[in-house]
T-cell receptor, first 119, second 116 residues
Framework: DTAVSQTPKYLVTQMGNDKSIKCEQN?????MYWYKQDSKKFLKIMFS???????INETVPNRFSPKSPDKAHLNLHINSLELGDSAVYFC??????????????????FGSGTRLTVV | SQQGEEDPQALSIQEGENATMNCSYK?????LQWYRQNSGRGLVHLIL?????REKHSGRLRVTLDTSKKSSSLLITASRAADTASYFC????????????????FGQGTILTVHP
């Protein structure tokens, strides 16, 4: 199936632990993203990568470190988890190529989300 | 910062009725997109309208865009119980020369409930 797939779907962990969320897309898209959705359903971008290169780091704490081994994968590693990190994290991809003229008009494909609960 | 504001925050209608959701935004945009999110699921792209377009249709969906008012509306006609979901507008902010900053900025969503 062509899709954006992220694992795990649920993650329950204690404060202070380190955890990773993996994301893969087989759509051939050039750009991948991590979004965070809080308890009020507000979605905010965290990072974007274009062909393995970091494009956006939206004032996210240093405890969050994305890694893109190739353009089809964008993983998110979180160190020293805090209660406030509890949220749903969505991976997404698109054909948008930032800074390329007239390349903006594509929709995004989202993964099904990872619900992170820090206790 | 939050780009879009959606109105209403919640909408409850009967099957067969039309549902209209509105979105306002603040900056110049390349396009505006609407997404649906079913409870506990990811977002699904519904429709994209470019900044030089005023109206777009896709099946039972009709989207309008007024760039002078920085607003958009999503109309779902002949609603069904399966349309029950949260609906989000999202904008791709315009960079110089039709480029993109490479991110979508989302509104807070409208929760639509369609009663059978």
């Amino acid at each position: 199936d062509t899709a954006v797939s992220q694992t795990p779907k649920y993650l329950v962990t204690q404060m202070g632990n380190d955890k990773s969320i993996k994301c893969e897309q087989n759509l051939g898209h050039d750009t991948m993203y991590w979004y965070k959705q809080d308890s009020k359903k507000f979605l905010k971008i965290m990072f974007s990568y274009n062909n393995k290169e970091l494009i956006i780091n939206e004032t996210v704490p240093n405890r969050f470190s994305p890694k893109s081994p190739d353009k089809a994968h964008l993983n998110l590693h979180i160190n020293s988890l805090e209660l406030g990190d509890s949220a749903v994290y969505f991976c997404a991809s698109s054909q948008v190529i930032p800074t390329l003229r007239d390349s903006a008009n594509y929709g995004y494909t989202f993964g099904s989300g990872t619900r992170l609960t820090v206790v | 910062s939050q780009q879009g504001e959606e109105d209403p925050q919640a909408l409850s209608i009967q099957e067969g009725e039309n549902a209209t959701m509105n979105c306002s935004y603040k900056t110049s945009i390349n396009n505006l997109q609407w997404y649906r999110q079913n409870s506990g699921r990811g977002l699904v792209h519904l429709i994209l309208i470019r900044s030089n377009e005023r109206e777009k249709h896709s099946g039972r969906l009709r989207v309008t865009l007024d760039t002078s008012k920085k607003s958009s509306s999503l109309l779902i006609t002949a609603s069904r119980a399966a349309d029950t979901a949260s609906y989000f507008c999202a904008t791709d902010e315009a960079g110089a020369g039709g480029t993109s900053y490479g991110k979508l900025t989302f509104g807070q969503g409208t929760i639509l409930t369609v009663h059978p």
